[in-house]
């Protein structure tokens, strides 16, 4: 795990050059606190950066890595899981290998395979390789999004870097918002496609690469989408295959995380996803203690689950660590610090205890693993359930419930429906405004956190000069061709939407502390094999998680596996803004820098801040929107500890 910035341009003197990729090093110190190394092109004005935290092999992986010919240059952020095999394999082919780094695998596949050789890489990826011959960069994500990769191209000159504030040290570059990225913000608190929130700077999508070669005088840049999910599905099997196979991709997935140089540790929160991977893996760890992490706040119960994480920890013999997090008062403090390692204001206040977890694995281990990406793969949100109860009720009025290939009646989720008990705002907001209708209209109605926001803006200063609409960026991923059900258009929507915001925040919370995050759920053939099952099959009568529950049971305690109450680590943000932070976010939201922007309407913002209901995000997604423009638009607020 590490940061990698760079420059390729048209013209530059080489001590600009150093100059500049220096400084977007150096803003991204705690990517890699281990070590840092520059490489410069001695015939083209092409520049490599890398800051190490050193994971792999950690004598012999220095970066930028360069083949003994001289021909092929790497910087790499990530980890190759399967490095083992394919160094055994390019050794048979007579590749000089003198180290187990897997950035050496990397750099000699790519110089065996070319850019196919990214369809063999098992892990979390991005990297840039530079071609001496051929004066070209090849650039790729990883399939999922786990890794970052941004980029900003004007014609003249690519840069290129693991976090948009290394590209914005560059001189070149003035931080300006997007009008595009603020409304993908206001509506989903993330931004779609290759948008961030600042104009001129691209987010490399995942499964996609980028070249740019020398041509003439010109640079030519290209994006290329290598990977994509494809649902084949598989109707010649019965759910105990697909039982069977999923448990051994799981199996072989955390096989291949737990390889590891430092110590390694997991978060643990008491839920399904991270209780699987954590019982999982103490089991392969033949003897050895699993360090794990959880943390809670003093607020209520609601707020606590420690009892869980707890009772898995016994069950599967680690050793135990827990913080009870204190942001109420530190909010102040610790909010700008997290905005500005976020870059962008996305997702949701889960953001907060994550960090302060991290920080606590920080002090004990240098990788720690999580459950990320259950929810997303194996049918997990309450809001796939409300869809289908919608769904379900249309095909029982209309009687048109058997006319879909992979139908789900509303007899069979009946049973499953109590999951819905807590969730009564979610069913008044998908109601209020009708019912029925398109499948995009009403799953973009359970995604859209505009409402109580939109009339806090001023919606002359959000608009674009193409008139562009969220929903119909979010129709073009969710209306692709053979998804075959609803549930895989939810499931494929939320895998290219809001999982790479959550990979977000996994990262730069992780990268804050300085530690690698592994999230083995989300090995692509795990993604791949979720996609083949039949609907019907994978969300039978509304069960969520169902066949991941069946695959894992007999690894994980009973208490868990029939949890009903999973809170998904809520944090009391609504308690503190009307309480011990109030003053903080009046200041903020309130104050006349806020007003001069001419983007909110205050006297209605101020009118919500007492309102805000628990759980709500409209004042967390106010003040992260405010807290952002000061740290990077404005430039005139430092956070502490920075």
Not at 165 to 178: C, F, V, W
Not at 463 to 472: E, K, N, R, W
Not at 525 to 547: C, D, Q, S, Y
Not at 603 to 619: A, T
Request: glycine share 8%; aromatic share 10%; charged share 25%.
């Amino acid at each position: 795990m590490c940061g990698i910035a760079g420059i390729v341009t048209l013209s530059g003197a080489p001590e600009a050059m150093k100059h500049a990729a220096l400084n977007m090093m150096d803003a991204i110190r705690h990517r890699g606190p281990d070590g840092e190394g520059l490489w410069q092109d001695v015939a083209r004005p092409v520049a490599l950066g890398h800051r190490r935290l050193a994971i792999i092999d950690p004598e012999h992986g220095k970066q930028p890595m360069t083949t003994e010919d001289g021909r092929y240059t790497v910087v790499f952020n990530g980890a190759i899981y399967n490095y083992l095999e394919l160094r055994r394999e390019l050794i048979s082919k007579g590749h000089p290998l003198h180290s187990y780094s897997d950035t050496e695998v990397l750099l000699y596949a790519y110089r065996e395979w070319g850019e196919s050789f990214v369809d063999r890489l098992v892990g979390m990826f991005a990297f840039a390789i530079w071609d001496r011959h051929e004066q070209k960069l090849f650039c790729a994500r990883d399939r999922i999004g786990i890794k970052p990769f941004y980029y900003s191209f004007d014609g003249q000159r690519l840069l290129f870097a693991s976090e948009i504030k290394a590209i914005l040290a560059d001189d070149s570059i003035r931080a300006q918002a997007s009008a595009e990225g603020l409304q993908d913000y206001l509506t989903f608190q993330f931004c779609l496609d290759d948008k961030t929130l600042f104009k001129g700077i691209q987010k490399l999508e995942p499964g996609h690469s980028l070249s740019v070669q020398y041509v003439g005088d010109k640079l030519d840049v290209k994006i290329r989408q290598y990977w994509d999910l494809h649902y084949n599905i598989d109707e010649s099997h019965d759910e105990r295959y697909f039982i069977d196979t999923l448990a051994g991709l799981i199996d072989d997935s955390i096989r291949l995380h737990l390889r590891s140089d430092v110590p390694l540790g997991a978060h643990l929160s008491g839920g399904l996803d991270s209780s699987a991977v954590v019982c999982l893996a103490s089991r392969m760890l033949k003897g050895e203690q699993l360090k794990t992490f959880t943390g809670a706040f003093n607020e209520g119960p609601q707020f606590d689950e420690t009892g869980y994480a707890k009772e898995v920890s016994r069950f599967a013999g680690t050793a135990y660590n827990e913080i009870y997090i204190p942001a109420g008062h530190e909010l102040p403090e610790v909010l700008p610090r997290l905005m500005y390692y976020m870059d962008e204001p996305l997702a949701g206040p889960g953001v907060i205890p994550q960090y302060y977890v991290s920080q606590l694995a920080s002090e004990h281990v240098k990788v720690v693993m999580g459950g990320q990406g259950g929810d997303e793969l194996f049918v997990g949100y309450a809001r796939y359930m409300a869809a289908y109860l919608e769904k379900c009720l249309s095909g029982a009025i209309y009687q048109t419930a058997n006319q879909s290939r992979f139908a789900v009646s509303l007899e069979s989720i009946v049973p499953n429906l109590p999951l819905l008990a807590t969730y009564q705002p979610m069913l008044q907001g998908l109601w209020k405004n009708g019912l029925f209708g398109p499948h995009d209209q009403r799953y973009f109605s359970l995604v859209d956190r505009s409402e109580g926001m939109s009339q806090l803006f001023n919606q002359d200063a959000l608009l674009s000069d193409g008139g562009y609409s969220s929903f119909a960026s979010f129709q073009r991923i969710f209306n692709r061709g053979e998804l075959h059900s609803l549930v895989n258009q939810m499931t494929y929507f939320d895998l290219k939407g809001s999982l790479p915001a959550l990979l977000h925040v996994e990262d730069r919370t992780s990268m804050a502390a300085s530690i690698e995050s592994r999230v083995p759920l989300l090995d692509h053939r795990i993604v791949e094999f979720m996609a083949t099952i039949p609907p019907n099959i994978k969300f039978a009568g509304g069960r969520m998680k169902h066949l991941f529950k069946e695959s894992i049971k007999s690894a994980v305690p009973k208490a868990i596996s029939e949890r009903k109450d999973k809170m998904g680590f809520p944090t009391p943000l609504t308690q503190w803004t009307k309480g011990v932070a109030r003053d903080f976010v009046r200041d903020t939201l309130l104050s006349d820098q806020a007003r001069r922007r001419g983007l909110y309407n205050l006297d209605v913002v101020e009118k919500m801040l007492g309102n805000e209901r628990e759980f709500g995000r409209v004042v967390w997604g106010l003040l992260s929107l405010e807290l952002w423009h000061r740290i990077f638009i404005d430039r005139d607020l430092k956070p502490s500890g920075i």
